[in-house]
């Protein structure tokens, strides 16, 4: 993904095995802010929870070829699983409870780590930049995700334990690095839930740049009541609330990735 639009689209999986961090919502709203911007984005829900299809209002909506269930394991043509949404230049590939069995399904199924990459790399033309939300674990929905992807964008809940655990998904990213996917890349690691008023927040932001270096933001998304409250509403917050300290943050997110491409 540049300034320019893209011969291929830039798939980056967002990751990370603690639930709560703010992955989806990470998703929901780089994904519409860059849509705004007139890039061509994919959203690509691989949580049986589904909620980045709530959160985008598509919830229980499923695309001609149905879900994401049926893309992997029906392999479904890939043009046939996108759903538009609300927001001009932004498409969905679906999620709902389905794919709770899915993990389990993938395990007898060949190519069982590829069945992702299989899906996406067809719709590359079509598209930007492609998000892929993944479910809070370090199962094979999500290393479908990291064979797919070419960086993980990591976001990270400012609190006590932030780093811990960390080292699982370092330690799998190295794994898919030395034989499934070789160019796998770190995007960022994005800090969410940002509560300046507390010390807890700012050593764990120290701490967490000094570990990642210059592969951190410098963008960082602040604890905000309109980016909990958008999703129920089913639109993501940067429109429900464009003014709000959360949507601004996403927007410099946004703005701070094309600038590290352009460089
Ligand atoms: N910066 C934030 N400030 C306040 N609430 C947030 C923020 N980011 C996410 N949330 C809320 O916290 C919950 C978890 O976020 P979510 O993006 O769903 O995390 P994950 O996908 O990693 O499980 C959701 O209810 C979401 O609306
Ligand atoms: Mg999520």
Do not use: W
């Not at 061509?40 to 695309?63: E, H, W």
């Amino acid at each position: 993904m540049t300034e320019q639009r893209a011969a291929s689209a830039r798939v980056l999986a967002i990751a990370n095995q603690k639930g709560g961090v703010g992955k989806t919502t990470t998703v929901i709203n780089l994904a519409t802010s860059l849509a705004l911007d007139g890039f061509r984005v994919l959203a690509v829900d691989i949580d049986p929870q589904g909620n980045l299809t709530s959160g985008l209002g598509l919830r229980g909506r499923r695309a001609d070829a149905g879900t994401i269930y049926e893309a992997l394991l029906a392999e479904a043509a890939p043009e046939r699983c996108l759903l538009a949404t609300q927001v001009e230049n932004l498409s969905l590939i679906p999620a709902d409870r389905n794919l709770t069995g899915a993990e389990i399904e993938l395990v007898s199924a060949p190519s069982r780590e590829y069945r992702l990459r299989r899906l996406i790399d067809p719709l590359r033309g079509r598209f930007d930049c492609i998000f892929i939300d993944c479910p809070p674990s370090l199962g094979l929905l999500t290393l479908n995700a990291l064979v797919a992807a070419d960086a993980v964008l990591i976001p990270l809940h400012c609190e006590y334990f932030a780093l811990e655990g960390l080292a699982d998904l370092v330690g799998t990213m190295r794994r898919v690095r030395s034989g499934l996917n070789p160019t796998l890349d770190i995007e960022g690691v994005l800090l969410t839930m940002y509560d300046e008023r507390t010390n807890l927040g700012q050593l764990v932001a120290r701490d967490v740049r000094e570990f990642f270096k210059e592969k951190v933001f410098n963008t960082v998304i602040p604890r905000n009541v309109r980016l909990g409250e958008a999703p129920s509403h089913g639109i993501p917050a940067v429109l429900y609330d464009a003014k709000s300290r959360g949507a601004a943050a996403y927007v410099a997110l946004a703005k701070e990735m094309l600038a590290r491409h352009a460089a």
